[in-house]
């Protein structure tokens, strides 16, 4: 399975939202994930099950779709934001994940 | 508290190997299902393989036949061989925990990652 973020960067002003999204080469159903990188760290998890908030992850991260469109939304950015945000199917063996979207401070 | 730290990680000449560890605290690691992840320098994840808590072992074809993932239970701790490297091994090497003691899940905690570096 091929997954595809788009954009591939997005400008955005603090306070605004960031609607990010994936799109998957066939259906991956609700087993989607999605992780925020900062520049010199490790992946965290965000959203699994599509739309399922990880333990301690702010209420302005929220997830949606099913089947192969899935989008992530960040409502009223905040400056520990800007990232890159990764999608990741494990529905099919091997998990695969999207290239990644660069949140940046516009 | 959750926590993996890797370390192994270096210089090494195309065709050497390298052993990365990741040791694990505030869970059972032969409980669990593991998986490694790298990541280029300036690009995306990519999944390198897993184990069961069984102790199956799974490999990304791109890897298969070179790497080899094992565990300690008594020390908690997982180990990366990857042999014949290549250039294109060139990546940060996590370890990361599989959700809910399940193979089909997302990742919910992650090292740190050391750095693998393939060159002459």
């Known amino acids: 399975i091929v997954m595809t973020q788009s954009p591939a960067s997005l400008s955005v002003s603090p306070g605004e939202r960031a609607t990010l999204s994936c799109r998957a080469s066939q259906s991956v159903s609700s087993n989607l994930a999605w992780y925020q990188q900062k520049r010199g760290q490790a992946p965290r998890l965000l959203i699994y099950?599509?739309?399922t908030r990880a333990t301690g992850i702010a209420a302005r991260f929220s997830g949606s779709g099913s089947g192969t469109e899935f989008t992530l939304i960040i409502s009223s950015l905040q400056s520990e934001d800007f990232a890159v945000y990764y999608c990741h199917q494990y529905d099919n063996w091997p998990p695969a994940f999207g290239q990644g979207t660069k949140v940046e401070i516009k | 508290e959750v926590q993996l730290v890797e370390s192994g990680g270096g210089l090494v000449r195309p065709g050497g190997s390298l052993t990365l560890s990741c040791a694990a605290s505030g869970f059972t690691v032969s409980s669990n299902y593991m998986s490694w992840v790298r990541q280029a320098p300036g690009k995306g994840l990519e999944w390198v393989s897993l184990i069961y808590s069984g102790g199956n072992t799974y490999y990304a074809d791109s890897v298969k036949g070179r790497f080899t993932f094992s565990r300690d239970n008594s020390k908690n701790t997982l180990f990366l061989q990857m042999n014949s490297l290549r250039a294109e091994d060139t990546a940060m090497y996590y370890c990361a925990r599989h959700m809910a003691h399940m193979v089909s899940t997302a990742f919910d905690s992650w090292g740190q990652g050391t750095l693998v570096t393939v060159s002459s």
């Open positions: 099950g599509a739309s």
